[in-house]
């Protein structure tokens, strides 16, 4: 469940920093089109990539219920952090991201 | 709310509707169950429970729609039309003895 | 018409969900609370202990058991130890006075290891939270009924808060605190929608559960009034043979436990059901244990000979529709989850119950603005306030005071669990008094600190009145006692936390509106 988790946190940062409010609090500026499309496209990639790491450990009925589970969950703590530790949310995100490939590595 | 209190004719209208959508929508889940386990094309007990299944969105369809049509009547005839038409859509299964 | 439906969809969510929300926020709780009823009876029953056996082991002994104690039995019921659930129980039903009737039920708890029956203390443990959250301590039928009257209208609730919220994708990410009402409201919105596969899941499979109780209609239409034969032919096996009369050996039950293995390509056997032991006739059914797969699996059991061991019958594959109600049923119920996925379970149905906590408390408080000058609220306001109070901090104290009483009670008292269950709703009748002289900010005050003082005594209770204190769990890696000691502080110091919080946000009224408006836009900054 690690990667899955890491990989939908990472996610929901990009979309979330795809919105020009939260853009501008977080990063000071309002984001450019390219910036927001491209933080779109990284971010429902990336909970794609959840998905898939989800349900290629554990299979379709467990994996689903996993995804969900890590979706819900990393939404919920992204949310809580960006009022109170902006910095702090965005730099878990980075860190799951480099962190993946090492949690992927350990999943297969 | 207001500090003056609401004319009794809306109190009226909201009562109708609540038993429309509490009523009327169970009797139109019910058919719509009974009318998706009488017709629909597998095994007796399969259908029977498809249709307890998805009974629940035809009652939830129903009281919403009781309080987002203009008024009480209409919320009553909207169940009234779909549970005549289920009770023949039953009614017609059964006499074509589908089970 | 647009800004007309949404209006409508708006009325019917705040008041389906004010008149519901009470009951609901209970259920919720109850529930929520039920996805650890197993660790929360072992710490209510700490004598008894928590030991890994073999099932054959163990399903030997209840075998010797059950021949010494119920040879003369009509049917026997075992149930086989788990990861969470150590215990070895055995139950006995004798063949009823008239038949078509439910014969008398004897059951026992064994020690999975020597097979001497246990003595722990008198507790309903944390099965009092899981019959509740159902059945709302109301007799069969009534409670099922109204729980899944609540759910419908949950139902209707969420649906309808969907539609009513407008920015659902612009305001996914947003929650701003420390802006009063905006926050609740963000808050409400927060544990709503980002938990919102969970809500919806949890609220329709509660429907799917008892869909044959509340709407039998197709039942009946289809198998003509005859609900018997609707429910053999989804539960085959439990059908019963009658006795031959003839004395006959019953097989080795550890035995068959192998065949189950491998026909269930290495699932285990939950519970093992021996029909009329020591007749010619006797039968075994072996069902499997939901741990490792998350569709559940109705009726699917295993049939044996009782006296060859050779087996009879199995249930086919089941068929997609009950594969779907099986799925809800088994979603809903969590068997399959592991520690961290129950964990996660836990979270989102504390999510729930804030959902529902937060929209009673937005409710009252939009409309107590309206009235902030007048110094008497009117009836219903105060009604309101009241209910909120003793539904949500009362209910709280109660859980608290349940924990509490099974510590404090003698432990050869008679009647010792009803006392357990008369302690937490004497508290929360207690709590209603409170929340009804106390003026409301006040009675929320109150009330939290009492909760948080209960909820951190229960661990100290524990070591008071009980070797299993937290000092000694954690050394011994007794991860449910241990948890279940830190979750009880963690919730005191919440607790304590959310009662300073309210006592803080009621003297801050007291500050001039002028200068509250000037902070707040300085708060407000650059944007």
Known sequence: MLLALLLCYGGFTALCLSMDR?????????????????????????????????????????????WFAVLMLSGLLLVLLLPYRPRLALSLAGVSLLASPVAAFAQC | MKGKSLPVSYRLAVTSRVLAAVLGGYLVAALASVSLSLWLPMARAEAVVIGMMTSFLAYLVAVLWCFACRSAWQAWLGLIVPSLLLAALSGLAYWMGHR | ????????????????????????????????????????????????????????????????????????????????????????????????AKPGERGQF???????????????????????????????????PWGRWLSTIAAMVMFVALISGIITHK????????????????????????????????????????????MTMVMPASILAAYEGDERVFFDEVFPASSTPEPAGKPAQLTALASLLEQ???????????????????????????????????????GSALTFNGVTG????????????????????????????????????????????????????????????????????????????????????????????FFCAN???????????????????????????????????????????LAALLFCAVPLLNAMTTPYHLGATLILGDWAMAGFDLTCLGSGVFLAWAAWKMQRSGQTERVPRKQRAQSIALDRGPY
């Open chain 3, 260 to 298: 189950a293995h491998e026909r269930w390509s290495g699932g285990g056997v939950g519970r093992l059901t021996v029909n009329n032991p020591g007749d010619a006739n006797a039968s075994v059914v072996l069902v499997r244990d939901g741990v490792d797969r998350v569709v559940h699996d109705f």
């Open chain 1, 22 to 66: 939260h853009h501008t609090e977080l990063l000071g500026r309002k984001p450019s089109v390219r910036r927001r499309q491209g933080m779109r496209i990284q971010g429902w990639l990336l909970l794609a990539l959840s998905l898939w790491a989800a349900v290629s450990a554990t299979g379709w009925g467990l994996g689903l219920v996993q």
């Open chain 3, 167 to 210: 920015k659902i994708f612009k305001d996914f990410f947003t929650f701003r605190p420390r802006k009063g009402q905006r926050s609740w409201l963000d808050g409400h919105n927060a544990v709503g929608v980002l938990v919102l596969p969970f809500h919806l899941m949890i609220t329709y499979s509660s429907l799917v559960i008892f």
């Open chain 3, 106 to 140: 004897t059951e026992k708890r064994l020690d999975p290891q020597t097979g001497a029956e246990v003595q722990g203390r008198e507790t309903r443990g944390g099965d009092f939270f899981y019959r509740f959250h159902f059945q709302l301590q109301m007799p069969y």
């Open chain 3, 310 to 401: 050779q087996i009879l019958g199995t249930t086919p594959e089941r068929p997609l529709p009950l594969a779907i109600a099986g799925a809800f049923y088994g979603l809903h119920m969590g068997h399959f989850a592991g520690p961290v996925l129950r964990w996660l379970y836990f979270i989102c149905g504390l999510a729930g119950t804030a959902m529902i906590g937060t929209g009673l408390v937005i409710w009252l408080g939009k409309r107590q603005l309206k009235h902030a000058k007048s110094a008497v609220m009117p009836f219903e306001l105060r009604l309101v306030e009241v209910l909120n109070i003793a539904s949500m901090s009362g209910l709280l104290v109660a859980v608290a005071a």
């Open chain 3, 407 to 449: 510590r404090l009670l003698p432990l050869d008292m008679a009647g010792r669990a009803d006392w357990e269950v008369n302690s937490f709703f004497i508290a929360w009748g207690l709590s209603v008094l409170h929340a009804m002289v106390r003026r409301g900010r006040a009675a929320w005050v109150d009330q939290l600190v």
């Open chain 3, 1 to 96: 018409m647009k800004e007309g439906f949404r209006q409508a969809m708006a009325w019917l969510h705040t008041w389906a969900g004010l008149v519901f929300g009470w009951l609901l926020f209970a259920i919720f709780l109850t529930g929520t609370l039920a996805y650890f009823k197993d660790e929360i009876s072992h710490w209510m029953q700490p004598e008894i202990p928590a030991r890994a056996v073999t099932s054959e082991a163990s399903l030997t002994l209840a075998q010797e058991y059950l021949q010494q104690h119920a040879a003369g039995a009509s049917r026997w019921l075992i149930d086989l130890p788990d990861a969470r659930e150590p215990g070895l129980s055995v139950r006995w039903q004798q063949a009823p």
